[in-house]
């Protein structure tokens, strides 16, 4: 059975990944600091698997634990999702975000290299193309620079992994670029529901639509879109999730593969806040307010390598992401 480290496993996107991990087969281990999670997600874990990952509380930078971990995980590869993700606060706290998400990560380097681990899948993102100059998105679209430390930490990550299969010819490094993360497990148990204010548009329409916030904010619709705001490719998690496994099983040979996992069409915020509410059976208020800095008008993904080489491509629908988001903000949690 094949041993993997998840770092940010108890996060929105790492859960997802552990389920879908566990019920392969997979041996998993959960390392996080729960700084931005709350342990209660492995409870749920089990409810829907019948099995419960292993667990450590640590972070990436303290070396000592991390080493820990490593000397009884005995892991074939790792999956790194920990990291700090709110673009805004990045802007206030580069500091605090490049030691996190750059640092963080080197320790984990380092600690793979130590123990032998030699495959990592990576959570990168859509933001390293920056202020993109044509769209679709491809894999070879210019990564120059993003708009805020948060992304050019995606950046850097890749980078150091890339520098890293070059000097080890059997490291293999995959990143893969996410889209916009939607959805929940169809379980209702797991799901996106962020400390504090959320910052990404679905969470915010949830929280509108069961009575946590008074309206949804239309960040400008005067963008040169069909209906003026800003248009983006949804994915649902768990096909994101997929695109993990595959890249896990799939890809043998060493070295740097790079991935966008998105869909491929885009939707404007208007389209999905009506989306939200088919799925809700109700009207959800929204008002449009200005544009947020930094946003651009479109930004939607050409996923044709991971269909070519992981055979892996997004099947769930706008409808599905929002269904399965309702059922989530519906399900009382214990
Ligand atoms: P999340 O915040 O829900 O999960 C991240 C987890 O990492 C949290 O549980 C947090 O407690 C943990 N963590 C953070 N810093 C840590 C540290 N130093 N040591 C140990 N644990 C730490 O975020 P998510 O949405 O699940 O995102 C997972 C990954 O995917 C992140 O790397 C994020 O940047 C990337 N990503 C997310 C999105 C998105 O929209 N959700 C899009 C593109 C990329
Ligand atoms: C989507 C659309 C907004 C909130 C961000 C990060 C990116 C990646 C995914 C991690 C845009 C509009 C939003 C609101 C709105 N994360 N909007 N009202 O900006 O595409 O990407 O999350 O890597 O790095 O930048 O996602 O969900 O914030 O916004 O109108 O309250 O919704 O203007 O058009 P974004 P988002």
Redesign the pocket.
């Known amino acids: 059975m094949k041993k993997i480290l998840l770092?940010?496993?108890?996060?929105?996107?790492?859960?997802h990944t552990c389920v879908e991990l566990l019920t392969s087969g997979y041996d998993v281990t959960i390392?996080?600091?729960?700084?931005?999670?709350d342990k209660s997600v492995l409870g749920k874990i089990k409810q829907i698997t019948g099995k419960t990952p292993k667990f450590m509380q640590?972070?990436?930078?303290?070396t000592v634990l991390l080493d820990k971990v490593f000397k009884d995980g005995k892991f074939d590869a790792v999956i790194?999702?920990?990291?700090?993700?709110a673009v805004g606060e990045s802007i206030e706290k580069p500091i605090e975000y490049y030691t996190?998400?750059v640092v963080?990560s080197l320790r984990l380097f380092e600690a793979m290299k130590k123990h032998g681990v030699k495959k990592i899948i990576?959570?990168?993102?859509?933001?390293v193309y920056g202020i993109p100059e044509k769209m679709p998105l491809t894999e070879d679209s210019p990564v120059t620079h993003a708009t805020n430390p948060?992304g050019e930490t995606?950046i850097m990550i890749e980078r150091i992994l890339m520098d890293i299969a070059v000097a080890d010819k059997d490291f293999t490094a995959v990143s893969l670029?996410?889209?916009?993360?939607v959805g929940a497990h169809e379980s209702g148990l797991i799901g996106?529901y962020?400390k504090g204010i959320p910052l990404?548009i679905a969470p915010y329409i949830m929280q509108t639509a069961i009575g946590v916030r008074p309206h949804v904010d239309v960040f400008g619709d005067d963008y040169p879109t069909p209906d003026g705001t800003g248009v983006r490719d949804y994915i649902h998690v768990v096909d994101l999730v997929l695109g993990h496994i595959a890249a896990l099983e799939k890809i043998k040979k060493p070295g740097t593969h790079i991935y966008n996992l998105g869909t491929g069409k885009g939707f404007s915020v208007l389209e999905l806040i009506k989306a939200f509410e088919k799925a809700y059976d109700k009207k959800i208020p929204y008002k449009v307010a200005k544009r947020r800095p930094g946003d651009i008008a479109v930004c939607y993904a050409n996923c044709d390598k991971a269909k070519k080489e992981l055979g892996w491509v997004a099947t769930r629908t706008i409808d599905d992401m929002c269904k399965s988001t309702v059922k989530f903000s519906l399900t009382p949690t214990p």
């Not at 640590?58 to 303290?62: A, Q």
């Not at 990576?122 to 933001?127: I, K, N, R």
């Open positions: 770092t940010g496993g108890c996060g929105y996107i790492g859960s390392y996080d600091n729960l700084l931005n999670s640590g972070d990436l930078l303290d790194h999702f920990a990291a700090l993700k996190n998400n963080g990576y959570s990168s993102s859509a933001t948060y995606k670029r996410y889209f916009n993360p996106d962020p990404n």
